[in-house]
């Protein structure tokens, strides 16, 4: 089965930036995209940003729309998320998960349509 395994997370200051990596393992062809969610203290699961398996095609969420930037290695089947000028309301645990669905359903970023679900990584933005 497919597992991944998300790492990178930290504690930065506001304007600061993280890289996070989702390394997958098993049966990595097996999906059509890769997305990152994120679930902060008291709220449900947010959509962030995903990447098509095949294409690259990207989309993002309008919270994180240029300062966040999706991408993947396939040589090294991790995939990518490079956060830029964090603000306080990034603060959350993000996770990586695989959408077996199309491209264009799994684009709307519904976490049903995911599955797979990594362990997560604290990501905390405070001054």
């Known amino acids: 089965q497919l597992q991944l395994v998300e790492s990178g997370g930290g504690s930065v200051q506001p304007g600061g930036s993280l890289r996070l990596s989702c390394a997958a393992s098993?049966?990595?062809?097996?999906?059509?995209?890769i997305g990152w969610f994120r679930q902060a203290p008291g709220k449900g699961r947010e959509g962030v940003s995903c990447?098509?398996?095949?294409?690259?095609?990207?989309n993002y969420a309008d919270s994180v729309k240029g300062r966040f930037t999706i991408s993947r290695d396939n040589a090294k089947n991790t995939v990518y998320l490079q956060m830029n000028s964090l603000k306080p309301e990034d603060t959350a645990v993000y996770y990586c998960?695989?959408?077996?669905?199309?491209?264009?359903?799994?684009?709307?970023?519904?976490?049903?349509?995911?599955?797979?679900w990594g362990q997560g990584t604290q990501v905390t933005v405070s001054s």
């Open positions: 990447i098509s398996s095949t294409s690259g095609s990207t």
């Open positions: 098993g049966f990595t062809l097996d999906f059509d995209a």
């Open positions: 998960s695989a959408c077996g669905q199309s491209f264009r359903r799994c684009v709307s970023m519904y976490p049903a349509d995911f599955a797979s």
